[in-house]
């Protein structure tokens, strides 16, 4: 079968080129495609540079590439439309209907949707991160009271992955909590979470997946054995049962998945604009 | 002036429609959106529920919102599509063109764009993540064989936010040391990293803007003065060119952007698709 080469290209970072053309690519599950981004065409030289690419590439592949643009800069526009490639503008199909909605005329500027046009956001971007990083994994008194949501679960349920995510994409200040043989054994948790009860979330998982999990970072022994993560997991579920903690089964999400379910079931309000 | 309301809205997380939608936005960067994302629109209740909502945001504000929708479920569309506002759907734009170049009908079935339809990204993210976390400012023996890249800079120049970013979006392992006196006088690199001196990549950032995050920290003393921060700076530059490292100025730079250069600069391949 014929791989067909998709560039997601943009003058700014191709993030948006990568998110909306690898989603529509999805719909069509059954083709493979080899994929190449080219962020920064921000001169008429790279224009060029990647035009050849996008040649050869049709040479090679003996079928055009899709390439999907988000450039705005007609000129360079213009150089890339020449190529031997299937030209999707990701903006042009939609522009037009917003220029019409709000009696307005597009910029036509360089986006910098990923830019840092705003000094407050990325700051508090680092900053939740900071905190994520800070009060990871329980141990110390941690800074609950600036939490905005508290996870817990067991030894690798993607308590860490899922508050740095949070805080990256989305400025929100995640702190985590691990469950250890301290809460299964009491069936208490400690005062300095039940004093934050509202920001509490649970991640839980299946046995067979966090069995997977652990056997790779450390095969031997019972830390994955089927007995204590099977004892973890219906202890920890029993414990967000009894405190009435929502949570959220993470076997088959990835993080974007468990960080939405998150936000939507407890409102947390996102501190970054998307 | 009217704030317009804008809903991103999806079967899934909403980040394809958030990213799309958010790109489109900046394209009229004179006009203030309150942004409303609503993810897991997967049945006709919440459709439903969604419809009021944007009907409801359309009495509020006297204009009707604009609603950017990755749904793919035909049912939920047109519910949706009797709200009482813009419906932009992201995928019908380019759906057509695709269909007709790949002489292949599109699934229509809900993307799971940023669904764990692959166990082996998730893994690959989370070893990444847990990589970063491990890797992170120098002090003890690191395991700089493994990295895919390291990255120099100064304390507070960015470097564990972007390593993080690396690995959470494109499963990249990133290690990160921070220079500090010892490189700056002895005007050498540890031999860990001189061996590795290939996947060496700085980050510099203008004095003026480190002092500012430096006093955020901690607002007294040495750490956040001008004298400091200007003498850390130049011999860390220096230090970039003796090296021949490449480097790039954060300042002006979201994490997206530094993330984007490095990959760009370095050739540094992504472990998990876009």
Redesign the interface.
């Known amino acids: 079968m014929v791989q067909?080469t998709v560039f997601?290209i943009s003058d700014?970072?191709?993030?948006?080129a990568?998110?909306?053309?690898?989603?529509?690519l999805?719909?069509?599950?059954?083709?493979e495609f080899r994929?190449v981004?080219v962020?920064?065409v921000d001169n008429e030289a790279r224009a060029h540079d990647l035009k050849a690419k996008i040649d050869a590439a049709a040479e090679k592949d003996e079928e055009r590439p899709?390439v999907f643009s988000?450039l705005?800069h007609g000129p360079l526009r213009e150089i890339i439309r020449t190529a031997d490639g299937?030209y999707?503008d990701?903006?042009d199909?939609?522009?037009g209907?917003?220029e019409t909605?709000?009696s307005?005329k597009?910029?036509?500027?360089a986006?910098?949707?990923?830019?840092?046009?705003d000094t407050e956001?990325?700051?508090k971007?680092?900053e939740a991160?900071?905190f994520a990083?800070a009060n990871d994994d329980g141990g110390m008194t941690r800074d609950y009271e600036q939490a905005d949501v508290i996870l817990l679960g067991v030894s690798r349920s993607?308590k860490?992955?899922t508050c740095?995510?949070l805080a990256?994409q989305y400025g929100i200040f995640a702190a985590n909590f691990p469950l250890t043989d301290d809460e299964f054994e009491s069936g208490k948790l400690p005062d300095k979470l039940m004093t934050n009860r509202k920001k509490l979330f649970g991640l839980t998982i299946t046995p067979r997946r966090l069995q997977q999990?652990r056997r790779?970072r450390r095969s031997a022994g019972k830390y994955a054995s089927a007995q204590q993560v099977n004892f973890e997991l219906r202890t920890a579920e029993r414990l967000f049962q009894k405190f009435r903690i929502p949570f959220v089964d993470t076997t088959?999400?990835?993080?974007?998945?468990i960080?939405?379910?998150i936000?939507?079931t407890t409102g947390v309000e996102r501190r970054v604009?998307?």
Chains 1, 2 share one sequence.
């Open positions: 067909r997601f700014q970072t191709g993030v948006t990568e998110t909306l053309g690898h989603s529509l999805t719909q069509f599950p059954d083709l994929r981004t962020p920064f899709i988000s705005v299937l999707l990701i903006f199909a939609l522009v209907a917003l909605e709000l307005t597009a910029s036509y500027a986006g910098r949707a990923h830019g840092m046009s956001t990325y700051m971007r680092i991160t900071n990083l993607g860490t992955p740095l995510y990256l999990i790779e088959e999400f990835s993080i974007e998945e960080a939405s379910r936000l939507e604009a998307p």
